[in-house]
């Protein structure tokens, strides 16, 4: 039997220039690579004109070089044609064509390419997969969820699932939502993302918010992530004037940066302006995934009131440090938040709920051994073990 080797396709990967994109990715798949000999190639999107985008927007697009080496990994990052906010559901089929050359090159050093988002990352690599004979498997993560709501992407994410070897969804919700829309549920294997236990484990809450000048008397909320709408930082900002009303040294710590999404940094700076909060609300900017701790750390909840996830890694690593989550009822969050010890899960959009739960999680004495003990129960090895044997299987069977 021939060993697997796998080629890792997602247009969502760090590089020099973006190095907080895509980190889950890279975390789940590096793992895998002690296992199996992988390569990775990341399709970035080009347009002619951008460059007097940038002049406008600074961040837009960000150029990485053409390849770099990560903890020796090869990265390729191919450019493909894609024009700004015009025929999305073309992307699929230029991000294949833009890949292809690079693949071909490649075409020797892997069995599988693995993709990750159904569209366009998914829909490319079965595109590849065709022309090249290889087999695909393809990881949901979430990005269905919106995409689905736009006939021609939906189409094609749906094709894209129809036409890969072996389809990873990271929560069972993520998999029941394909599944509604007509995908085949028998090829559709649920395998959650993990936890690095010893990047993430709690420092004395003291030393942490000694580091960031926080007094040991107040009360600390945190939230990471990207700074876009979906995250819902700013539903968390309406609700901090009533919950400063009770607790006056109340501080909310936004950790987060650009993405591929956008940066709404500048809007919700002028909503904490507004609301008058200019001494309860820190703009800590993007952290690594080594200093995030610190912040965690210091904090005594993490707030999350997103409207979309598949799988938020960020619970794990938010309860490997000790904290327990309050986070709305969206994708796969009760899949993370299993129970009431480790946090609250609340409706989207009832701000009401959401008051009473960071109130009362404020209030409450957590049992801070277990919320360690459940994140380190979800370390990386178990998840590695059935992708490794997935990838084994797929490759003695193409």
């Not at 590849?128 to 393809?138: A, D, E």
């Not at 939906?154 to 029941?176: I, N």
């Not at 690594?288 to 996830?309: G, H, I, R």
């Not at 989207?348 to 380190?376: E, V």
């Amino acid at each position: 039997m021939s060993e697997p080797k796998l080629l890792v396709f997602s247009s969502l990967f760090p590089s020099q220039v973006r190095p907080n994109a895509g980190v889950f990715i890279r975390e789940r798949m590096f793992r895998v690579g002690k296992y199996i000999p992988i390569i990775v190639v990341s399709p970035v999107p080009w347009f002619p004109f951008q460059e007097i985008i940038r002049y406008w927007c600074p961040q837009f697009r960000p150029q990485p070089s053409c390849y770099e080496e990560q903890e020796g990994v090869q990265v390729y990052y191919p450019r493909f044609f894609s024009i700004p906010g015009l025929l999305k559901s073309c992307d699929g089929f230029f991000m294949a064509v833009g890949a292809l050359p690079t693949l071909l090159k490649l075409k020797k050093k892997f069995t599988i390419i693995d993709a990750h988002f159904a569209y366009p990352d998914g829909y490319a690599a079965t595109l590849l997969g065709k022309w090249l004979n290889k087999p695909v498997t393809i990881t949901l993560r979430g990005t269905e969820v919106p995409l689905a709501k736009i006939p021609g992407r939906k189409e094609k994410l749906l094709t894209a699932l129809v036409y890969a070897t072996q389809v990873f969804s990271v929560s069972d919700s993520l998999k029941q939502f394909v599944v509604s829309l007509g995908a085949n549920g028998d090829k559709i294997q649920v395998i959650g993302n993990g936890i690095d236990v010893i990047k993430f484990q709690p420092i004395a809450k003291s030393t942490a918010r000694a580091a960031l000048s926080i007094s040991e008397g107040a009360k600390v909320l945190v939230s990471v992530g990207a700074l876009v709408d979906r995250k819902g930082f700013h539903r968390v900002i309406d609700l901090l004037p009533e919950l400063v009303s009770q607790y006056p040294n109340l501080i909310y710590l936004i950790v987060g940066g650009d993405s591929p999404e956008g940066n709404i940094r500048i809007k919700l700076e002028r909503q904490v302006e507004v609301l008058n909060l200019k001494k309860h609300v820190r703009f800590l900017g993007a952290y690594s995934s080594d200093q995030l701790k610190v912040p965690l750390s210091a904090a005594d909840l993490f707030v999350l009131a997103t409207a979309n996830e598949g799988w938020a890694n960020v619970f794990l690593e938010a309860m490997a440090c000790g904290l327990p989550v309050i986070t709305t009822d969206v994708g796969g969050n009760k899949e993370v938040i299993v129970n009431s010890e480790l946090g609250t899960v609340v409706p989207f959009a009832d701000s009401q709920r959401l008051l009473s739960a960071i109130s009362n999680g404020l209030d409450k004495s957590w049992n801070i051994p277990l919320i360690l003990k459940y994140a380190q129960n979800n370390a990386w090895d178990y998840r590695v073990k059935i992708l490794v044997d997935n990838f084994n299987r797929i490759t003695s069977s193409f």
